[in-house]
């Protein structure tokens, strides 16, 4: 079963590689918030493509749990704030508190004692490892729950906003496969994860990356003229 985390890890980094040489043409924020979010996704899921094949070390489960767990969809959320939202003192606000999110967040999952014999299972969970500190464990579900109501709330204010404007359909239809492939890879993990299921977390990995990365590049077309 690494084949398929390493895989995600393969496609997260040459879609990061594409969306760069947008951004470079295009300067947009979004894009921005999209690269590192597909990086963060790639180191994620490199370490648990490490863990599962020789067993984890207590640094590839910290940057499994960081990257993956907590600050991934934030990142994703903060993505479609950028394309959504037109205030930009509010996308600013936003970019502060999630740039002090983030240093918190590395500063307590890098310091976060981990139980060794958690990391003896091939997908160890949260609650476990990290039984001794359990702030790190709860940062997951303080960041990344959130911002995934965002993305789908993101995604119905949009639906909203643009009917009846065929000109902003590839906007509606690419937030809908990013909050799509995102509910892919939560319920891959929440499930997966849960009940020690390694075949489909993994596969859950690579199928949402996939479906985001389709979201992406569709989002990210200008708008089709009348």
């Known amino acids: 079963m690494w084949i398929f985390p390493l895989g995600a890890a393969v496609v997260a980094v040459a879609f990061a590689a594409m969306l760069s040489a947008q951004y470079v043409r295009r300067r947009r924020a979004y894009q921005a918030a999209w690269i590192l979010a597909l990086l963060m996704y790639a180191v994620a899921s490199f370490a648990l493509f490490l863990g599962v094949l020789d067993g984890w070390t207590t640094g590839e489960y910290r940057l499994y749990w960081l990257f993956g767990a907590v600050l991934n969809v934030p990142w994703l959320a903060m ?9 930009r003192t509010v ?3 936003l970019m502060i508190l999630l740039l002090f999110a983030t240093a918190f967040a590395v500063a307590r ?3 976060g004692a981990i139980d060794p ?7 160890p969970l949260g609650k476990d490892a990290f039984a001794h500190d359990t702030l790190p464990y709860r940062l997951s579900q303080l960041y990344a729950y959130p911002a995934y109501l965002l993305l789908l709330f993101g995604t119905a204010w949009s639906g909203w906003r643009m009917r009846g404007q065929p000109a902003l359909r590839d906007r509606l239809v ?10 892919v890879v939560a319920i891959g993990s929440g499930v997966g994860a849960g009940l020690d299921v390694v075949p489909l977390f993994s596969i859950g990995l690579l199928a949402g990356i996939a479906v985001m990365f389709v979201g992406f590049v569709v989002a990210s077309r200008p708008p089709r003229s009348a």
């Open 79 to 87: 993505g479609e704030g950028y394309l959504l939202i037109r205030n």
């Open 174 to 183: 690419g937030t809908a496969l990013i909050a799509a492939g995102a509910t």
């Open 117 to 123: 014999s958690a990391l003896a299972k091939d997908l």
């Open 91 to 93: 996308t600013t606000v």
């Open 109 to 111: 999952i890098r310091t």
